[in-house]
């Protein structure tokens, strides 16, 4: 069984603070992407990253898919309240691949 | 911004009944996909379907789900004699090509 481990888990910081959430798996993914989910919702896009290597930016949001594309971290920089949420990766196992594998997810908890 | 669109948002159901959950997927956009989330658990995949047949379809799809696409803007997911294990949130999700995706509100299935 393919696995997407995320961790932490839970992560609770103060605004302002910097994180990383990091997704691990011992297989390789042609693409990852990285989501995030409010309560009752579904999963937003968050970014799509397919190089082994590529580092991507969102504002504060900074993404990498690790060399190997067997891991991928997501770091917040300056973390606002507003950033509040359950963050996924999820990976394609092969190109073109339809079926999506998700991570445990980190819920992060930003305090004003 | 168009989005993917679920109806209903909630549905209650008795064991053994059929159900089916609707979706109105982007306009211009050719892969459909179904996942459901198990409260407390993973976002897991269902199926995915391109050019009017299923493309890939996991172990969690069995003979009691089916999809369809019966008309040009509708994609639905039947359940065809609901079991107690079958109550989780059911998330459509769309994209004009792997790897991206775009996922919907969410329909709460609830067996009793």
């Known amino acids: 069984t393919q696995l997407l481990e995320q961790s932490p888990q839970f992560l609770s910081i103060q605004e302002g603070e910097n994180l990383t959430v990091y997704c691990n798996s011992s297989?390789?993914?042609?693409?990852l992407q990285w989501y995030r989910q409010e309560p009752g919702e579904g999963p937003v896009l968050l970014v799509t990253v397919v190089t082994g290597g590529e580092v991507k930016k969102l504002k504060r949001l900074t993404f990498q898919f690790g060399d190997a594309r067997k891991d991928s971290s997501l770091h917040i920089t300056a973390a606002q309240p507003g950033d509040t949420g359950l963050y996924l990766c999820?990976?394609?196992?092969?190109?073109?691949?339809?079926?999506?594998?998700f991570g445990t997810g980190t819920r992060l908890k930003v305090l004003a | 911004e168009p989005e993917v669109t679920q109806t209903p948002s909630h549905q209650v159901t008795q064991m053994g009944q059929e159900v089916i959950l609707r979706c109105v997927p982007i306009?211009?956009?050719?892969?459909f996909y179904w996942y459901r989330q198990i409260l407390g658990q993973k976002v897991e995949f269902l199926v995915s379907?391109?050019?009017?047949?299923?493309?890939?379809k996991s172990e969690i799809f069995d003979d009691q789900f089916s999809v369809e696409r019966p008309d040009g803007s509708n994609f639905t997911l039947k359940i065809r004699s609901t079991k107690l294990e079958d109550s989780a949130m059911y998330f459509c999700?769309?994209?004009?090509?792997?790897?991206?995706?775009?996922f919907g509100p969410g329909t709460r299935l609830l067996v009793l």
């Open positions: 999700a769309s994209s004009v090509g792997p790897p991206t995706q775009y």
């Open positions: 379907f391109y050019n009017n047949e299923i493309s890939e």
């Open positions: 999820a990976g394609a196992l092969n190109s073109g691949t339809y079926k999506y594998i």
């Open positions: 306009s211009n956009h050719l892969y």
């Open positions: 297989s390789v993914f042609s693409s």
